[in-house]
């Protein structure tokens, strides 16, 4: 594989990144692993003694582990939305970033539905999904859009890894045996022949222009699954474009957390630079307008129509002895302090703009929280005749310990993929000028760049 | 599935064996159903059977023995319900004093543990200056059911004969059903029910709910069981103040034990009404309104236990909801 100086010194920078795996990293993958473990075991109790030793009872059905399935494949969808714009807009500064949130789409969208398959009272019997399919439930079309998507994600982040396994192939790593026959594996012979660059282009542009739709039908989806029903917080026509816009506004959060993470502990500088930041920064504030935009539709139609049942829940949300507080930290750590971090010059720094995403990333799954608890803690008769543990969720230490171990497996999972691929893409790496920002540059001349501009 | 493939695989003379079953199955059904005099009659009927040689031979149905669960009725049957029927429930909140004892029948003949109610009385009080009342509750066996509508793998189904049921066989505890339904009826088994020994090892029949599954959602199944005998649903009968009319819509006729009516001369009469019909879920179930009531309501509340009293406190005390 040919690379450019450009490219070649970016893949020289990170070489020691996949060649070595670090103490450090190992240090963290421990502790992921410890966290999983520990999850584990709270599976294993679920398992054996039921869904009992859950905060789940027959009002509150759902809990944690719904809230964590909406969150990560959120995540996923917006990692699919931004890779496929940045590809298909052939954004040049979009270049370094779109390896990161293929990463994203793909590592959540396999945590994510662990989480929905912890809901569920019989593993035993999940193949009913596919042996009794029944066509008119949401559920079903959520099953056949996770599978389609993930399909979709795992064929998006290959096909645009397919050169650089390439590369890696090529570069005569310092690497043990296994991993440079699954890197040839994984390269299927490219060798940047002529065709093999059409085939590849025109693969990875069809799969971009599917991802994109494909991503904000299987959000709507996930939405529907609440939506379809006749809940008060729940039914509402707004739940569709509020679920795609609130994973791409999380999404995006994540991404820069992510972006931050890895310059730090690669130093990656040259390559998620301070205008990476803005940028994405400027996503996160528009995103932020619009997710702040349709919280505000849909809190003001219910309190404003006020019927009973919808009141109730708004009820709830805005009262200081129930979720006042929550939705207080939701809205200002998830819809302001976003909004004006990056909209203040002086803070439209790294640091602050990766500060304001990490607290919305928060405050965005509280409001998950906030969707789902709630509204099934305000059925339509009262819940006077029950058991009073059926009254109030409160998740247990299971729910809690499983959710810190689909976190763990989250990062546990960058963390290897970090390993076996660079994190800044290295093939069709395009060296940008940012007007007014003439540092961050390598010794390429100009000459060299413009003449070998990938195809 | 492997129970189908075992039907279509069924040879031939199996199949003649069970149409002989079915036969005194159907017949006694018939009879109990229609509860008319004619028993005798089916009974000295002569009936051709297959004998264990083989070969067919015709015996006096007298000499045949009754079976009375209804454990041999097939995932077919289940499905698809008792021909000519619709259900239908008519509750008169005019009579209700929360005396507890449908609960009580209920419970018992589904083995159920006490805590874990299908059938539920709530205090309700509509508005502020609303005198509050008594108001049971079972599953509303929708004409158009939420919970159907989201189940995944078809685990809860319509029946023609107007009921909602669980195949708990095929749940696979998703829950969405529970979400879905606006009544929370439905009720989950958290962990490992108690099951009593009768009932430990017979096939789940989603006519009568039982043996529990832990993981699975179950619900008030109107006791379909008891219909196939001609028999009201326990909470009916137990009712001392005939609150619950049972009966059929096809024959527009209900009874609450004492008195049989004409369904829509009762829901006439006493302005019944269905319980959040703005939904359109179309219930099955009707509701009179507590209109002239034969008990002040306070006679369903002052000699509960105390943990019951906890629950209608508030109502009581004034709360509306």
Request: net charge neutral.
């Amino acid at each position: 594989m040919e690379l450019n100086t450009y490219q070649q010194e970016a893949f020289d920078y990170q070489r020691s990144n996949i060649e070595k795996f670090g103490k450090k990293n190992m240090a963290w993958s421990i502790f992921f692993l410890v966290w999983i473990i520990i999850g584990g075991y709270a599976l294993y109790l679920q398992i054996a003694k039921g869904h009992v030793v859950t905060g789940m009872r027959d009002n509150v059905v759902w809990g944690l582990f719904i809230v964590n399935f909406i969150f990560f494949i959120g995540l996923s969808y917006a990692g699919a939305i931004i890779a496929g714009v940045l590809h298909l807009l052939k954004v040049p500064w979009g270049k370094p970033i779109v390896r990161l949130a293929q990463m994203m789409t793909l590592i959540s969208v396999i945590v994510g539905p662990i989480f929905i398959l912890l809901c569920v009272g019989r593993f035993d019997r999940l193949h009913h999904l596919f042996i009794y399919p029944r066509i008119q439930s949401p559920m079903t079309w959520d099953v056949m859009a996770v599978v389609t998507f993930f399909a979709g994600s795992v064929l998006f982040l290959y096909m645009a890894l397919i050169k650089d396994f390439a590369v890696y192939r090529d570069a005569k790593l310092n690497i043990p045996a296994w991993k440079q026959k699954l890197y040839k594996i994984l390269a299927i012979g490219y060798r940047g022949a002529a065709s093999q660059k059409r085939h590849l282009i025109i693969s990875q542009n069809l799969l971009a222009i599917i991802m994109i739709p494909l991503s904000i039908i299987v959000a709507s989806i996930l939405s529907w699954i609440f939506g379809m029903t006749l809940r008060p917080g729940w039914h509402s026509t707004i739940f569709g474009p509020y679920f795609v816009l609130g994973a791409l506004y999380s999404g995006c959060g994540v991404l820069i957390v992510a972006m931050w993470v890895y310059r730090k502990m690669y130093k990656l500088e040259n390559y998620f630079t301070d205008k990476h930041f803005s940028y994405l920064g400027y996503g996160l504030m528009v995103l932020g307008a619009g997710y702040g935009y349709f919280t505000f539709s849909e809190y003001f139609t219910d309190w404003f129509g006020s019927a009973k049942w919808d009141s109730e829940v708004i009820n709830k949300l805005f009262s200081i002895h129930e979720y006042g507080g929550w939705s207080l930290f939701a809205n200002v750590a998830g819809i302001l302090i976003p909004i004006l971090i990056v909209a203040i010059p002086a803070t439209r720094k790294p640091n602050w703009i990766t500060f304001a995403a990490f607290m919305m990333v928060m405050a965005l799954w509280v409001k998950r929280y906030l969707i789902i608890v709630p509204t099934l803690e305000t059925p339509a008769l009262p819940m006077q005749d029950t058991r009073m543990e059926f009254v109030k969720y409160s998740a247990t230490w299971p729910e809690w310990a499983l959710t810190f171990a689909g976190i763990a497996s989250f990062l546990l999972f960058f963390t290897l993929m970090s390993k076996l691929v660079t994190v800044v893409p290295v093939s069709g790496l395009e060296e940008v000028n940012f007007p007014h920002e003439p540092h961050h540059h390598h010794d390429t001349t100009v000459a060299t760049k413009e003449e070998v501009k990938p195809a | 599935m492997k129970q189908e493939e075992e039907v279509n695989g069924k040879s031939r003379r199996d199949f003649i064996k069970n149409a002989a079953i079915a036969t005194v199955v159907t017949a006694a059904c018939g009879s109990s159903i229609c509860s008319c005099s004619s028993k005798k009659e089916v009974i000295s009927q002569k009936i051709q059977l297959l004998s264990p040689d083989g070969e067919i031979v015709e015996i006096d149905s007298a000499y045949l023995n009754h079976h009375e669960t209804m454990a041999v009725l097939s995932q077919h049957e289940q499905r698809v319900g008792i021909a000519g029927k619709k259900f239908v429930m008519v509750v008169d909140l005019a009579r209700c004093k929360n005396a507890r004892k449908c609960i009580t029948a209920c419970q018992k003949h589904h083995y159920r543990p006490e805590d874990k109610e299908w059938l539920t009385v709530k205090l309700l009080k509509d508005s502020e200056k609303g005198a509050p009342y008594w108001f049971p509750k079972q599953c509303f066996h929708c004409d158009n059911p939420p919970c159907v509508k989201v189940c995944p793998v078809d685990a809860t189904f319509k029946r023609q004969d107007g009921l909602v049921l669980i195949d708990n066989d095929r749940c696979i505890g998703c829950k969405f059903c529970m979400a879905a339904c606006p009544y929370s009826t439905r009720v989950f088994n958290w962990d490992e029910p108690e099951i009593s020994m009768d009932i430990r090892d017979l096939p789940y029949n989603a006519e009568t709910g039982v043996p529990a599954k832990v993981g699975t959602v179950e619900e008030c199944d109107f006791c379909a069981d008891r219909a196939r005998e001609g028999l009201l649903p326990p909470c009916v009968e137990a009712c001392p103040n005939g609150v619950f009319y049972f009966g059929d819509e096809n024959e527009d006729t209900v009874t609450n034990g004492d008195e049989t009516v004409s369904f829509t001369q009762l829901i006439k009469d006493r302005a019944g009404y269905r319980f959040l019909e703005e939904l359109g879920t179309k219930p099955r179930v009707y509701y009179l309104p507590p209109k002239d009531r034969q008990f002040p309501v306070e006679r369903g509340y002052d000699d509960l236990s105390d943990t019951l009293k906890q629950r209608f406190k508030d109502v009581m005390e004034g709360e509306h909801k």
